[in-house]
């Protein structure tokens, strides 16, 4: 037996001994009766991650498999994300986000125009990443068998224009999301190409998940912050941190407790990235009122009224509701 699997099966034994210790933190909940057995906080025992891996993820809070998506259906991506960008095809409730640095320039209809587009749910060679076997069989390691692909992201990171506009402040990404438990929410984030500190890759504050959800607002920053971006207020700048450079496919998954972002992209290329967020079906939506998300509820709310074309308010957790897409299992309570 591997040390870390000896590890393992001394952490399973101390939390069947002790099951207020899954429970403990605040984001968390009660664990599931479905569940395989062997169930740590952060993992469930599918058979396939290692011992190994089941131990980094706790420890860490986030795994990252090499070489998991293949290079024909990034290419696909690619594709249908340009001819979005071309303005070749309208998506109904699709997202399209400019760098700031650029969004007051010369309107130019390609990829160097947009920096981002969110809620892909309805573009269906997009969303068939959401649906991809070899990922949704890691995301089962962590939400368990009944899966909702919640948030769908394209990320298209632009050189930086000289004001650093193109980084991406440290946050979590619960700070997003009135569902629960954060223990049941993970992201997938597949690199498009070649991702390394160069281009702004991901970095993220090893361990940090184990904390509880912090107050976030935009930063403070001279060359001005893109929307939505809001960054944890307070954040111990000296922990450790680790620049995680990745190869086209390769994807990370993550809490949506750790705390991560980017930096900015000093190549002159684009730096490509897909992702999802997804959470367990059996995740029940909270109300936020009266905590730190109240800022971006507000933000989300007034994008959704626009969104949807709907006069008055719209619960937050109801915007959440028409993104939601079951891609295994039940939806029980989403």
């Given amino acids: 037996m591997s040390r870390a699997a000896e590890r393992l099966k001394l952490l399973i034994g101390h939390l069947d001994r002790s099951p207020s210790a899954i429970t403990a933190a605040p984001t968390s909940a009660q664990p599931f009766t479905h569940g395989p057995p062997q169930r740590l906080r952060y993992t469930f025992d599918t058979g396939l991650l290692t011992p190994e891996q089941r131990l980094f993820y706790e420890e860490n809070g986030f795994l990252l498999i090499k070489n998991l998506v293949s290079e024909e259906d990034i290419d696909k991506f690619r594709q249908e994300f340009e001819k979005i960008c071309r303005q070749e095809v309208k998506i109904p ?7 700031v640095a650029i969004a007051k320039s010369e309107f130019v209809p390609d990829q160097k125009a947009i920096s981002k587009i969110q809620d892909f749910q309805e573009v269906p060679e997009l969303f068939r990443y959401c649906t991809l076997p070899q990922v949704l069989q890691y995301v089962e390691c962590f939400t368990g068998p009944n899966i909702m692909a919640m948030h769908t992201m394209l990320i298209n990171k632009p050189p930086d224009a000289g004001k650093k506009t ?6 979590q990404d619960l700070h997003y999301f009135p569902f629960r438990p954060a223990d ?7 690199a498009m190409e070649k ?6 890759c991901l970095v993220v504050l090893p361990g940090t998940h184990t904390g509880t959800l912090q107050e976030h607002d935009y930063p403070e920053w001279e060359g001005g912050v893109n929307k939505m971006y809001h960054g944890v207020r307070g954040y111990d700048p000296q922990h450790p941190r ?9 994807t990370l998954f993550f809490h949506p407790v750790l705390i991560h972002g980017s930096g900015m992209n000093q190549t002159q290329g684009f730096r490509k990235a897909i992702s999802c967020h997804y959470a367990s079906g059996d995740c029940c939506y909270i109300n936020v009122t009266g905590t730190t998300q109240e800022n971006i509820e507000k933000e989300v709310m007034e994008i959704a009224a626009k969104k949807y074309a709907v006069d008055g308010k719209i619960a937050l957790k109801d915007s959440w509701a028409i993104r939601g897409r079951l891609v295994q299992g039940e939806r029980i309570s989403m």
């Avoid at 991702?195 to 702004?200: F, L, S, T």
């Fill in 242 to 250: 680790m620049h995680v450079e990745m190869e086209k496919g390769d």
């Fill in 93 to 99: 409730g699709l997202i399209v986000m400019r760098d």
């Fill in 184 to 190: 049941r929410i993970v992201c997938a984030w597949t």
């Fill in 166 to 171: 193109s980084r991406h402040p440290m946050h």
């Fill in 195 to 200: 991702v390394n500190r160069q281009n702004g």
